[in-house]
Structures are given as structure tokens and as C-alpha cells.
């Protein structure tokens, strides 16, 4: 698993108009910005259109959109890394939808102390923790509570 990283996509962004330090809520972009948007989303997470989108109709819901929409508004927008420095999709993501290592969950504890932790802060000015992400009492299962 590599460190989290500081965003190589500030100027993908800023040629859309979009400020990292400032983003919209994605429900709120305008459809011709959230459609260039899209691009920044393949190249973050190495993903294609079709691993999100049911091709046929890219208005309906999908799991790996509401997984999508909670990274953007909850990550992205909620938490900073604490060097100030931009933080977006690719800064954890680094080209693959899934990166984690979970065959060691102490190990896995320890990596996300360091870098998820340590690392970031909340832009709200409250304590950073586990539980901003993972919730009290502690819950493993952050992607099956938001696709539910
Ligand atoms: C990581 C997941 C992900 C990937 C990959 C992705 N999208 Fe999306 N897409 C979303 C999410 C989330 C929304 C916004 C949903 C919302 O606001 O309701 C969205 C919205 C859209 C919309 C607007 C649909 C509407 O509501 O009218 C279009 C069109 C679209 N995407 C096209 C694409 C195309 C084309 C690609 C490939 C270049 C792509 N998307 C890749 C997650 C993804
Ligand atoms: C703070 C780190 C972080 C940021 C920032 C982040 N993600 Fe994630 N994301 C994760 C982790 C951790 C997982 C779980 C990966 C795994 O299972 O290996 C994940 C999983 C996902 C998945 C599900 C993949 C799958 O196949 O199960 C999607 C989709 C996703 N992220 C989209 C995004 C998008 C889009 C952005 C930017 C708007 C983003 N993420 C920003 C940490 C992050
Ligand atoms: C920035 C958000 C964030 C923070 C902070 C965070 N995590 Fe995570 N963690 C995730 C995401 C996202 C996943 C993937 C969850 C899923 O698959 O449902 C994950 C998964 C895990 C897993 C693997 C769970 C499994 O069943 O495979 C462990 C263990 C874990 N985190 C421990 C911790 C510990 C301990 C801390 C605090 C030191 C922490 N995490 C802080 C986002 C975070």
C-alpha cells in the first residue's frame, strides 16, 4: 500500500474551474462540469465508465455511485491533509479502485493510523480520529453501510 499523497490533479481541476480547497457538492455541479468531472475520476482510480455506471442509463443509482458520491462529499470535501496541501480521489486512490491490504486488519489499523490519521484533518476544526470515518463504536464496514 503506497502513503497517501498530496493530489496531482489540481490543474485537471482548476482547468474545469474547480478550486480542490473549495469543491461544490457533486449533486449540485453543473451537468456539463460533472461530465468532465468523470474524466478525473477514471484517471484517479484507473477505472472505467461502465465499473460505475450502468452504460444504458448513467442517471440511474448505482453501488459504486453512492460510494463515489460519499468519497467526494464526506473525503474529499470533509477532510484536508494536514500539510494544507490539495487532497482529492487520486491522493489515496493512486490509480486503483482497491488498494488495501486486508489479509493483516492490525497491520491494516496501523497504515491507516499513519496516513489517514496523522495525515489528514477535518475541515470542520474537530478532532480527527478513527471514528470520523469509521463511526463510534467502531464499524468496519464503511462501503456496505453506504450502498445500502
Ligand atoms: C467512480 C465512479 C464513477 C466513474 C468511474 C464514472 N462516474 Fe459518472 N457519475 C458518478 C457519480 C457519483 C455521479 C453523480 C451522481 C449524482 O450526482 O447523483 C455521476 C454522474 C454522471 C453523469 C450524469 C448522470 C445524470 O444524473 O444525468 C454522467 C452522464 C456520467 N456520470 C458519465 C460518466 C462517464 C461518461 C464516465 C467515464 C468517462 C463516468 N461517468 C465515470 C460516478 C462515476
Ligand atoms: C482518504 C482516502 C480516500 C479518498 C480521498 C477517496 N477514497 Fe475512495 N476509497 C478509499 C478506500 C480506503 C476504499 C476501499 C478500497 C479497498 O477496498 O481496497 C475506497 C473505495 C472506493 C470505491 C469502491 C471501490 C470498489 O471496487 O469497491 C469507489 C467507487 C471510490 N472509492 C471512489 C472514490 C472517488 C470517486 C473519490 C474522489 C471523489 C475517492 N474515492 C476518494 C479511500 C479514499
Ligand atoms: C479517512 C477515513 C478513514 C479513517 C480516518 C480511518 N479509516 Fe479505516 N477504513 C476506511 C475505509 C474507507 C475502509 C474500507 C471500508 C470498507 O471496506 O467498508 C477502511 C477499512 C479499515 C479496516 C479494514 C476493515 C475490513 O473489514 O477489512 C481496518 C482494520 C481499519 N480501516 C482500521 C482503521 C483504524 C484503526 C483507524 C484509526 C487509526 C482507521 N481505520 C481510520 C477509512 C478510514
Same mark, same amino acid.
Given at each position: ?69 460519499? !468519497?467526494?462529499?464526506? $473525503? @474529499? ?6 500539510? /494544507?496541501?490539495?487532497?482529492? &480521489?487520486?491522493? =489515496? #486512490? ?17 497504515? !491507516?493510523?499513519?496516513? $489517514? @490519521? ?6 470542520? /476544526?474537530?478532532?480527527?480520529? &478513527?471514528?470520523? =470515518? #469509521? ?14
Amino acid at each position: 500500500m503506497k502513503p497517501i499523497a498530496v493530489s496531482a490533479m489540481a490543474t485537471d481541476l482548476q482547468n474545469l474551474g474547480l478550486d480542490l480547497k473549495n469543491l461544490p457538492a457533486l449533486e449540485k455541479m453543473e451537468p456539463n462540469k460533472l461530465r468532465k468531472v468523470m474524466r478525473t475520476f477514471t484517471k484517479a482510480l484507473g477505472a472505467k465508465c461502465s465499473d460505475c455506471h450502468n452504460e444504458s442509463d448513467y442517471a440511474a443509482m448505482t453501488p459504486m455511485k453512492k460510494i463515489a458520491l460519499h !468519497m467526494w462529499n464526506d $473525503y @474529499v470535501r470533509g477532510l484536508s491533509l494536514d500539510s /494544507g496541501e490539495p487532497l482529492y &480521489c487520486d491522493s =489515496c #486512490h493512486q490509480g486503483r479502485m482497491k488498494f488495501l491490504d486486508r489479509h493483516d486488519k492490525k497491520a491494516l489499523g496501523a497504515w !491507516m493510523d499513519e496516513n $489517514y @490519521v496523522d495525515k489528514m484533518k477535518r475541515r470542520d /476544526g474537530k478532532e480527527h480520529k &478513527c471514528a470520523t =470515518c #469509521h463511526g463510534e463504536p467502531f464499524d468496519e464496514d464503511i462501503l456496505a453501510r453506504w450502498t445500502k
